[in-house]
Protein backbone atom coordinates (compact mmCIF):
# COMPACT_ATOMS: atom_id res chain seq x y z
CA UNK A 1 0.00 0.00 0.00
CA UNK A 2 1.40 3.21 -0.97
CA UNK A 3 2.14 5.89 1.59
CA UNK A 4 0.42 9.75 1.86
CA UNK A 5 3.17 11.26 -0.19
CA UNK A 6 3.40 8.67 -2.60
CA UNK A 7 0.00 9.22 -3.56
CA UNK A 8 0.14 12.55 -3.47
CA UNK A 9 3.37 12.52 -5.92
CA UNK A 10 1.39 10.25 -8.43
CA UNK A 11 -1.04 12.71 -8.18
CA UNK A 12 1.35 15.55 -8.97
CA UNK A 13 2.70 13.62 -11.62
CA UNK A 14 -0.59 13.04 -13.79
CA UNK A 15 -2.04 16.84 -13.38
CA UNK A 16 2.02 17.57 -13.89
CA UNK A 17 1.33 15.53 -17.40
CA UNK A 18 -1.88 17.11 -18.27
CA UNK A 19 -3.23 13.47 -17.27
CA UNK A 20 -6.00 14.77 -15.92
CA UNK A 21 -8.68 11.79 -15.77
CA UNK A 22 -6.05 9.80 -14.44
CA UNK A 23 -5.59 11.85 -11.94
CA UNK A 24 -9.30 12.72 -11.02
CA UNK A 25 -9.52 8.96 -10.98
CA UNK A 26 -8.01 8.35 -7.82
CA UNK A 27 -10.76 10.13 -5.70
CA UNK A 28 -12.64 7.11 -3.76
CA UNK A 29 -15.58 6.23 -5.61
CA UNK A 30 -17.19 6.97 -2.26
CA UNK A 31 -14.86 9.93 -1.73
CA UNK A 32 -15.76 13.62 -1.46
CA UNK A 33 -14.61 16.85 -3.46
CA UNK A 34 -15.08 20.49 -3.36
CA UNK A 35 -14.24 23.20 -5.09
CA UNK A 36 -14.60 26.38 -2.50
CA UNK A 37 -16.85 29.43 -3.36
CA UNK A 38 -20.18 30.15 -5.20
CA UNK A 39 -19.04 29.78 -8.52
CA UNK A 40 -21.08 27.27 -11.54
CA UNK A 41 -18.52 24.67 -10.33
CA UNK A 42 -18.39 25.28 -6.64
CA UNK A 43 -19.90 22.60 -4.26
CA UNK A 44 -18.99 19.47 -2.89
CA UNK A 45 -19.18 16.51 -5.38
CA UNK A 46 -20.12 12.83 -3.57
CA UNK A 47 -18.21 10.17 -4.96
CA UNK A 48 -15.88 9.73 -8.13
CA UNK A 49 -18.98 9.34 -10.42
CA UNK A 50 -20.46 12.62 -9.39
CA UNK A 51 -17.17 14.10 -10.31
CA UNK A 52 -16.58 12.61 -13.97
CA UNK A 53 -20.76 13.24 -14.53
CA UNK A 54 -20.46 17.19 -13.28
CA UNK A 55 -17.28 18.83 -12.58
CA UNK A 56 -15.13 17.19 -15.55
CA UNK A 57 -17.53 18.67 -18.50
CA UNK A 58 -17.42 21.49 -17.01
CA UNK A 59 -13.13 21.98 -16.92
CA UNK A 60 -13.27 19.87 -20.93
CA UNK A 61 -13.47 23.40 -22.66
CA UNK A 62 -10.31 24.87 -21.95
CA UNK A 63 -9.08 26.11 -25.02
CA UNK A 64 -5.72 25.48 -23.48
CA UNK A 65 -5.73 23.44 -20.14
CA UNK A 66 -3.68 25.03 -17.36
CA UNK A 67 -0.83 23.53 -16.82
CA UNK A 68 0.33 23.29 -13.54
CA UNK A 69 3.81 23.06 -11.63
CA UNK A 70 3.93 21.67 -8.12
CA UNK A 71 5.58 22.10 -4.78
CA UNK A 72 6.91 19.79 -2.47
CA UNK A 73 3.72 18.58 -0.66
CA UNK A 74 2.78 19.02 2.61
CA UNK A 75 2.60 15.94 4.17
CA UNK A 76 0.82 14.87 7.92
CA UNK A 77 0.04 11.49 8.44
CA UNK A 78 -3.07 10.69 6.23
CA UNK A 79 -2.92 14.43 5.14
CA UNK A 80 -1.37 15.68 2.29
CA UNK A 81 -1.47 19.42 0.84
CA UNK A 82 -0.60 19.92 -2.88
CA UNK A 83 0.34 23.39 -4.13
CA UNK A 84 0.69 24.61 -7.20
CA UNK A 85 0.77 27.35 -9.73
CA UNK A 86 -0.55 27.37 -13.47
CA UNK A 87 -1.86 29.04 -16.56
CA UNK A 88 -3.88 28.31 -19.18
CA UNK A 89 -6.96 29.47 -21.39
CA UNK A 90 -10.28 29.00 -20.54
CA UNK A 91 -13.55 29.47 -23.00
CA UNK A 92 -14.13 32.31 -22.02
CA UNK A 93 -10.48 34.51 -20.67
CA UNK A 94 -6.98 33.70 -19.59
CA UNK A 95 -6.78 31.35 -16.82
CA UNK A 96 -4.05 32.67 -14.36
CA UNK A 97 -3.48 30.93 -10.82
CA UNK A 98 -0.50 31.73 -9.36
CA UNK A 99 -1.74 29.60 -6.26
CA UNK A 100 -3.62 26.31 -6.09
CA UNK A 101 -3.96 24.39 -3.19
CA UNK A 102 -5.56 20.60 -2.77
CA UNK A 103 -6.10 19.68 0.09
CA UNK A 104 -6.46 16.28 0.67
CA UNK A 105 -7.06 12.45 2.97
CA UNK A 106 -5.68 9.86 1.44
CA UNK A 107 -6.75 6.19 2.67
CA UNK A 108 -4.78 3.40 0.78
CA UNK A 109 -4.03 4.23 -2.67
CA UNK A 110 -6.84 6.55 -2.76
CA UNK A 111 -8.12 10.49 -1.78
CA UNK A 112 -11.05 10.16 0.50
CA UNK A 113 -11.17 14.11 -0.20
CA UNK A 114 -9.95 16.36 -1.84
CA UNK A 115 -10.77 20.80 -1.71
CA UNK A 116 -9.56 22.53 -4.57
CA UNK A 117 -8.77 26.35 -3.31
CA UNK A 118 -8.30 28.69 -6.16
CA UNK A 119 -9.06 32.23 -7.85
CA UNK A 120 -12.44 31.99 -7.72
CA UNK A 121 -13.03 35.48 -9.64
CA UNK A 122 -10.39 33.55 -12.09
CA UNK A 123 -12.87 30.63 -12.67
CA UNK A 124 -16.01 33.35 -13.12
CA UNK A 125 -13.54 35.23 -15.84
CA UNK A 126 -12.08 32.05 -17.80
CA UNK A 127 -14.94 29.57 -17.88
CA UNK A 128 -18.23 30.54 -16.93
CA UNK A 129 -17.96 34.59 -19.21
CA UNK A 130 -18.37 36.52 -16.45
CA UNK A 131 -16.76 39.66 -15.53
CA UNK A 132 -16.11 41.87 -12.58
CA UNK A 133 -18.51 45.33 -12.46
CA UNK A 134 -19.29 47.82 -9.39
CA UNK A 135 -21.82 47.07 -7.25
CA UNK B 1 2.48 18.23 18.87
CA UNK B 2 5.03 18.93 16.27
CA UNK B 3 7.02 22.15 17.41
CA UNK B 4 5.51 23.68 13.90
CA UNK B 5 1.80 22.83 14.71
CA UNK B 6 2.34 24.64 18.36
CA UNK B 7 3.95 27.62 16.97
CA UNK B 8 1.19 28.36 14.34
CA UNK B 9 -1.51 27.19 16.95
CA UNK B 10 -0.27 30.03 19.19
CA UNK B 11 0.23 32.13 16.16
CA UNK B 12 -3.37 31.76 15.28
CA UNK B 13 -4.95 32.01 18.89
CA UNK B 14 -3.06 35.44 19.23
CA UNK B 15 -4.53 36.94 15.63
CA UNK B 16 -7.65 35.44 16.70
CA UNK B 17 -8.40 37.34 19.90
CA UNK B 18 -7.43 40.61 17.67
CA UNK B 19 -4.34 41.12 19.44
CA UNK B 20 -2.07 41.97 16.00
CA UNK B 21 0.52 43.55 17.23
CA UNK B 22 1.27 40.31 19.73
CA UNK B 23 0.38 38.52 16.46
CA UNK B 24 2.98 40.69 14.69
CA UNK B 25 5.95 39.86 17.14
CA UNK B 26 5.48 36.05 16.34
CA UNK B 27 6.62 36.98 12.56
CA UNK B 28 10.01 37.47 11.40
CA UNK B 29 10.96 40.89 11.27
CA UNK B 30 10.65 40.06 6.56
CA UNK B 31 7.97 38.32 7.27
CA UNK B 32 5.56 38.68 4.14
CA UNK B 33 1.20 37.87 4.16
CA UNK B 34 -0.25 37.43 0.52
CA UNK B 35 -3.45 37.09 -0.13
CA UNK B 36 -4.59 35.27 -3.35
CA UNK B 37 -6.56 36.81 -6.24
CA UNK B 38 -6.61 39.94 -8.11
CA UNK B 39 -9.05 42.04 -6.06
CA UNK B 40 -7.84 45.25 -4.49
CA UNK B 41 -6.86 43.49 -1.05
CA UNK B 42 -5.00 40.59 -3.08
CA UNK B 43 -0.96 40.57 -3.21
CA UNK B 44 2.07 40.23 -0.88
CA UNK B 45 2.73 42.70 1.96
CA UNK B 46 5.30 43.15 4.41
CA UNK B 47 4.65 43.85 7.78
CA UNK B 48 4.34 47.66 7.43
CA UNK B 49 1.86 47.08 4.42
CA UNK B 50 -0.29 44.52 7.04
CA UNK B 51 -0.05 47.56 9.86
CA UNK B 52 -0.48 50.34 6.87
CA UNK B 53 -3.00 48.42 4.83
CA UNK B 54 -4.49 45.11 6.30
CA UNK B 55 -5.44 46.05 9.73
CA UNK B 56 -7.38 48.85 8.24
CA UNK B 57 -9.32 46.44 6.02
CA UNK B 58 -10.47 44.40 8.85
CA UNK B 59 -11.04 47.76 11.29
CA UNK B 60 -13.97 48.96 8.05
CA UNK B 61 -15.76 45.31 8.38
CA UNK B 62 -19.06 46.08 10.04
CA UNK B 63 -19.17 42.96 11.92
CA UNK B 64 -15.98 42.16 12.56
CA UNK B 65 -14.49 38.72 10.31
CA UNK B 66 -14.58 35.87 13.00
CA UNK B 67 -12.09 32.63 12.03
CA UNK B 68 -12.16 29.49 13.74
CA UNK B 69 -9.14 27.34 13.10
CA UNK B 70 -10.85 23.79 11.87
CA UNK B 71 -7.07 21.84 11.79
CA UNK B 72 -3.45 22.45 11.36
CA UNK B 73 -1.32 20.19 9.08
CA UNK B 74 2.39 20.40 9.04
CA UNK B 75 5.43 18.99 7.53
CA UNK B 76 8.84 20.33 8.74
CA UNK B 77 8.64 24.02 8.53
CA UNK B 78 5.60 24.46 6.77
CA UNK B 79 2.13 24.24 7.89
CA UNK B 80 -1.23 24.42 6.66
CA UNK B 81 -4.47 25.89 8.49
CA UNK B 82 -8.10 25.15 7.74
CA UNK B 83 -10.23 27.43 9.04
CA UNK B 84 -13.71 29.03 8.15
CA UNK B 85 -14.68 32.91 8.99
CA UNK B 86 -17.92 35.07 9.27
CA UNK B 87 -18.54 38.55 9.36
CA UNK B 88 -19.89 41.52 7.71
CA UNK B 89 -17.63 43.42 4.82
CA UNK B 90 -17.84 47.14 4.53
CA UNK B 91 -20.15 46.08 1.33
CA UNK B 92 -21.87 43.27 2.35
CA UNK B 93 -21.91 39.68 4.26
CA UNK B 94 -18.70 37.94 4.44
CA UNK B 95 -18.65 34.23 5.01
CA UNK B 96 -15.50 31.66 4.00
CA UNK B 97 -16.85 28.28 4.77
CA UNK B 98 -13.34 27.16 3.91
CA UNK B 99 -9.75 29.12 4.39
CA UNK B 100 -6.57 27.78 3.78
CA UNK B 101 -3.74 29.27 5.21
CA UNK B 102 -0.21 28.18 4.13
CA UNK B 103 2.54 28.98 6.59
CA UNK B 104 6.43 28.65 6.92
CA UNK B 105 8.31 29.09 9.85
CA UNK B 106 12.20 30.07 10.66
CA UNK B 107 13.51 30.81 13.70
CA UNK B 108 10.37 29.89 15.59
CA UNK B 109 8.61 32.89 13.97
CA UNK B 110 5.73 32.80 11.22
CA UNK B 111 8.11 33.86 7.99
CA UNK B 112 5.40 33.28 5.08
CA UNK B 113 1.53 33.37 5.55
CA UNK B 114 -0.39 32.88 2.02
CA UNK B 115 -4.16 33.33 2.46
CA UNK B 116 -6.19 30.89 0.04
CA UNK B 117 -9.59 31.90 0.18
CA UNK B 118 -12.79 32.59 -2.36
CA UNK B 119 -11.95 35.73 -3.64
CA UNK B 120 -15.67 36.76 -5.25
CA UNK B 121 -16.50 36.66 -1.40
CA UNK B 122 -13.69 39.74 -0.74
CA UNK B 123 -15.00 41.17 -3.99
CA UNK B 124 -18.67 41.55 -3.17
CA UNK B 125 -18.00 41.81 0.87
CA UNK B 126 -14.75 43.88 0.53
CA UNK B 127 -14.37 45.62 -2.29
CA UNK B 128 -17.87 46.80 -3.24
CA UNK B 129 -17.94 44.54 -6.58
CA UNK B 130 -20.13 41.81 -8.15
CA UNK B 131 -20.10 39.12 -11.15
CA UNK B 132 -22.02 39.61 -14.16
CA UNK B 133 -22.77 37.92 -17.24
CA UNK B 134 -20.18 39.47 -19.51
Known amino acids: MADTREVAEKFIDRIEGLNFLEAFGMLAADGHYTVIGKTKASRTYNG ?3 LFDNLIPLLSTFVEPPRLA ?3 PVVDGDRAVLLAKGAGRGPTGPYDQPYYAFVTRVRGDEFVEIIEFMDTTMLETAIF ?3 LVDA | MSETKTIVRRFFDTLCSGD ?6 GMTDDATWSVIGTTAVSGTLDKAGMLSKQVPMLASFKEPPVVGVDEIIADGNRAVVLAHCSG ?4 GPYEQKRYAF ?8 VAEVVEYLDTVAVE ?5 NKVVAA
Open chain 1, 129 to 131: GKK
Open chain 2, 88 to 91: VGPT
Open chain 2, 20 to 25: FAAAFA
Open chain 1, 48 to 50: RQD
Open chain 2, 102 to 109: VLRIRDGL
Open chain 1, 70 to 72: FDR
Open chain 2, 124 to 128: TAICG
